[in-house]
């Protein structure tokens, strides 16, 4: 079974740029899950998808957006980049209870 | 305010050696409890969950859930140097469309050879 896809592998950005990342589930997962982990820092959820619908949000900015599309593979979308933006963004997708993470997203914004 | 905590470490044991790894959560409502292991760069892991009051046992990994306590444990047996790795606890608490998880700031575990 194929797990949780993630692209690109690494990004890099300049500040005040959009950046738009990627995510496919395990198959017959219906949740997404975005986090953002930055150097030295816990994993911070950021956004929650479930059946097309967000279900919860993080403390984050409304420039943190995303959509989860019908054959539940999700979108996270970062407006108006800043360098403190920087971070390991992983995504995770879960049928019930577990989650499984994929290897993660790595953004540089300069 | 929903919280993991953990002790950040670093916890040193040599090898051949248990490890303990602990976590108290402050929400109530928290149903279920998983531990990943996430090595320098890479993404965590999922090594074990645990839903029900008491132990569970994986192989060299047990975990141990108090829930009057809202403490969760993780031993290691047999400690290895690949099990060097930082180890995050996360509290859930599901509802019908899945599970939010709450995480700590992990504990990082070295084991000397």
């Known amino acids: 079974e194929a797990g949780v896809t993630q692209s690109p592998t690494h990004l890099i950005k300049t500040r005040g740029q959009q950046v738009t990342l990627r995510c496919s589930p395990i198959?017959?997962?219906?949740?997404v899950y975005w986090y953002q982990q930055a150097l030295g820092l816990g994993l911070q959820f950021l956004l929650w998808y479930d059946e097309g619908e967000e279900r919860n949000r993080g403390n984050f900015p409304p420039r943190f957006s995303g959509r989860q599309f019908p054959n539940y593979s999700s979108e996270l979308n970062v407006n108006a980049l800043e360098l403190e933006d920087s971070a390991l963004y992983l995504c995770a997708s879960s049928r019930r209870y577990e989650q499984y993470f994929g290897p993660g997203t790595r953004l540089t914004v300069t | 305010q929903k919280e993991v905590e953990q002790n950040s470490g670093p916890l040193s044991v040599p090898e051949g050696a248990i490890a303990s790894l602990n976590c108290t959560y402050s929400?109530?409502?928290?149903?279920?409890f998983f531990w990943y292991r996430q090595y320098s760069g890479k993404s965590p892991e999922l090594i074990m969950f645990?839903?029900?009051?008491g132990d569970k046992e994986d192989g060299r990994f047990t975990a141990q859930l108090n829930k009057a306590s809202q403490y969760v444990s993780l031993l290691i047996r047999d400690s290895q140097p690949s099990d060097s790795a930082t180890y995050l606890c996360?509290?859930?608490?599901?509802?019908?469309?899945?599970?939010?998880?709450?995480f700590g700031k992990g504990t990082t575990l070295s084991v000397s050879s």
């Open positions: 645990i839903y029900s009051n």
């Open positions: 929400d109530r409502g928290s149903q279920s």
């Open positions: 996360a509290a859930g608490v599901a509802n019908q469309a899945g599970t939010a998880l709450i």
């Open positions: 198959s017959g997962h219906t949740s």
